[in-house]
């Protein structure tokens, strides 16, 4: 399984709705599991981001398919990131030229 960041801008409708935050978090796992996407960790952040999850998928188009599922309700907007263990950098760095 692939690591993913995905961080999320609040939306006007997500900031009035912000004391349910926390059943979407809940809401938004059962979902990402259904997708065949595991949410390791969920952070609320402050400064230029609102909230960060760390994700597992296992590859770029499910993790899409689970930003864009949480994206179409309405609350947030996301950024997704592909994020390289130290062994799968190791094994990056070692097929270079």
Known sequence: ???YIMLSHYTQQGVQKV?????????ARKAFKSLGVD????????GRYD?????EAPDAETAGRAALALASLGNVSTETIRAFTEDEFKKLVAGLP
């Open 1 to 3: 399984m692939a690591t």
């Open 39 to 46: 949410l390791k960790a969920w952070y609320a952040l402050m």
């Open 51 to 55: 909230t960060l999850a760390i994700i």
């Open 19 to 27: 004391k349910d935050s926390p059943k979407r978090v809940v809401a």
